[in-house]
């Protein structure tokens, strides 16, 4: 998880949904039009757009704007390994873990979820692999000039591992064994989306959709009673392709996360190298999957997931993910250009 240069967050208009005549002739004020707000601003490195439902109100949406900020704030102080001073750094610098630690509430609760997704999906989530990312040149160290030798990854290997983390739920604390290092990268930012959600309906807002560097929650409708277009991105290898639309869905109430291979890599003698490195190999991804898209009720699961079922690649992650009954879309590098795949559980979103 990374927490970039923040931006002040800002409140802007981007629709409405224009009924002046109907609400002059029911004598409606039309003070109480209920229009689509953006609140946008930056975090985790990447940036954040919220669009909320409400009539317009300026103190309200400015007082909302400050939450989310302080919100998405407490989630990155929390969780970031970019940031020394941050809970989860302060619990992965200390050199015996043996002892219990408690936690804060929101860092247990990401940490318990993520060990429950690494036993579903037999550690192709393991949120230890956090130094085979950094011996890669993924983590907040500078970037290798060189890939690591076999020897090094042994090392690292050899002490890392979901199973050596201890978690005791009614005191909300963890414990390992051997010192672990750990990267909340491939779930932390689907929770500030839940965060965010949280935050919202606790302020009554009925209807909104929060996006996060990508990782998308809504709830109720837009104006009209329409629901949420959301698009699932075309692969590009790339960055000059631009970005171009694969398939649209539509949710209430859910969320969607996707994962792939083809925007976080680097090149380096020659070889590609993706960011998504196997906790079973130590090496990055070299199958033919290029994205995952995985809807769910909340985002932080939906973000977990689409990380596991990127590292599985498409054969494993499809049959568990089937065998589950998750809704997944899988874009998959063909002989003769992108083939997609979706699961049964998929397919009732598609509008496009």
């Not at 290798?144 to 739920?169: I, K, N």
């Not at 970005?243 to 649209?248: L, T």
């Not at 090496?283 to 599985?312: E, G, Q, R, Y």
Request: proline share 4%.
């Amino acid at each position: 998880m990374t927490s970039g240069k923040m931006k002040p967050a800002r409140v802007v208009i981007i629709s409405a949904f224009w009924a002046l005549v109907m609400a002059a002739l029911a004598g409606c004020s039309f003070q109480d039009e209920e229009k689509i707000w953006e609140i946008s601003g930056g975090i985790f490195g990447t940036t954040y757009h919220i669009n909320v439902v409400l009539p317009e109100d300026e103190a309200r949406l400015q007082t909302l704007a400050q939450g989310i900020e302080q919100t998405l704030n407490e989630v990155d102080g929390a969780m970031s390994t970019w940031k020394k001073d941050s809970e989860l750094s302060r619990l992965n610098s200390k050199k015996d873990q043996s002892q219990w630690t408690e936690l804060s509430p929101a860092l247990f609760e990401v940490i318990q979820r993520a060990q429950e997704i690494s036993a579903m999906t037999d550690g192709a989530f393991d949120v230890t692999i956090g130094p085979v990312v950094n011996l890669w040149g993924f983590g907040p160290q500078a970037r290798r000039e060189q890939s690591p030798s076999e020897a090094e990854l042994a090392e690292v290997m050899a002490v890392t591992g979901w199973e050596y983390l201890e978690l005791d739920e009614q005191v909300r604390a963890i414990r390992s064994t051997e010192p672990q290092y750990i990267d909340l990268s491939g779930i932390a930012k689907g929770y500030g989306v839940d965060a965010v959600a949280r935050y919202l309906d606790q302020e009554g807002v009925e209807a909104y959709l929060v996006e996060i560097g990508g990782e998308v929650r809504t709830r109720g409708k837009k104006p009209g009673g329409e629901v949420w277009r959301l698009a699932v991105e075309e692969p590009a290898e790339e960055a000059s392709q631009g970005r171009q639309v694969n398939k649209i869905v539509a949710l209430v109430d859910q969320a969607m996360a996707t994962s792939g291979d083809y925007r976080n890599y680097y090149e380096s003698q020659g070889q590609r190298y993706s960011h998504t490195i196997d906790p079973d190999t130590g090496k990055p991804i070299s199958h033919k999957l290029a994205s995952v898209t995985v809807l769910a009720d909340d985002c932080m699961t939906a973000d977990a997931l689409a990380t596991a079922f990127n590292v599985m690649g498409y054969e494993r992650a499809a049959s568990l993910a089937t065998r589950e009954n998750i809704p997944a879309y899988f874009i998959v590098r063909g002989d003769n250009g992108f083939e997609t795949h979706q699961t049964p559980a998929f397919s009732s979103y598609v509008v496009q």
